[in-house]
């Protein structure tokens, strides 16, 4: 039974890293990392990211910064912050196959309370093409890419402070393929809401999730989900501070009664 759970669950995790990976032979660009990490002050409160033109054309982008707010239930609110990080260059043109460093620094309020997160928005410009040119008869229509890195800034010193408010069995909807006009079937899984009750984020991937409670069959029932099996089901897992988000992962097997979790490092 265990043996089935596991394979079930990791079947479940192969569609949905078919469902959000990108093909590299398709993109236009190339951006790590997609995720880091600075402090408001101090030698930590700057960062690099790299942009690589994998594209056959030239590649003229640009950067914009966004500041982000998570709801518990994960949508995300935007905001133009462009006035609190220093980014050099802004803008830029790559050749094919050419890479550029962009460096970023924060020049936001050096005491802030608690972590802010931030999209460092990598932004992939249309090229002008010479009337009349070979180029700009074929190329009738110009697919730009915008490419967006996670950004967390965070007072130094602060830590999170995590710890599940709810857990439970759940079947719920999930969301349709890339170009499916109907949606799955219904899943199997479980919901997990978290608290943070600390001034630092807290990124779910980093750890893993041992979840122990009883089968519909009112039987024993363990399953351990590791940091990469939550990588490829939730993405980062950020948990803003002093914030709470809930999360659905395509565990199945359980029943209604109540779900132990915690946390394996």
Known sequence: MMFALKRQWRAMLAILAAMFVLVPSVLAMRV???????ESRGTNSSARLEVQNVNK????????????????????????????FLVFPPQGALPPGARQV???????DAEIPTSQAYYVAVEQLPVT???????????????????????????????PDVSPVLVRQLTYQPPALPGATELPPLQDGIEVTLRNEGRRH?????F?????????????????????ELLQALGTGYVPALGERSFRIPVPG??????KMTFIQ
């Open 32 to 38: 790590t990392p997609m995720v880091f990490e600075i």
């Open 57 to 84: 054309g030239n590649m003229p982008f640009q950067v914009r910064i966004l500041q982000i707010a998570f709801d518990k239930d994960g949508s995300i609110t935007e905001t133009p912050a462009d006035d609190k």
């Open 102 to 108: 962009i460096r970023l620094q924060w020049v936001g």
């Open 129 to 159: 093409l010479e009337p009349g040119s070979k180029e700009g008869l074929e190329a009738q229509v110009q697919v730009l890419y915008n490419m967006r890195a996670l950004l967390v800034v965070a007072p130094p010193g602060a830590k």
């Open 202 to 206: 807290a990124m779910m991937s980093n």
């Open 208 to 228: 893993g999730w041992q979840l122990e409670g009883k089968d519909r069959d009112g039987k024993y029932l363990r399953v351990d989900v590791s940091s990469e």
């Open 254 to 259: 359980f029943g209604p009664e109540p779900i």
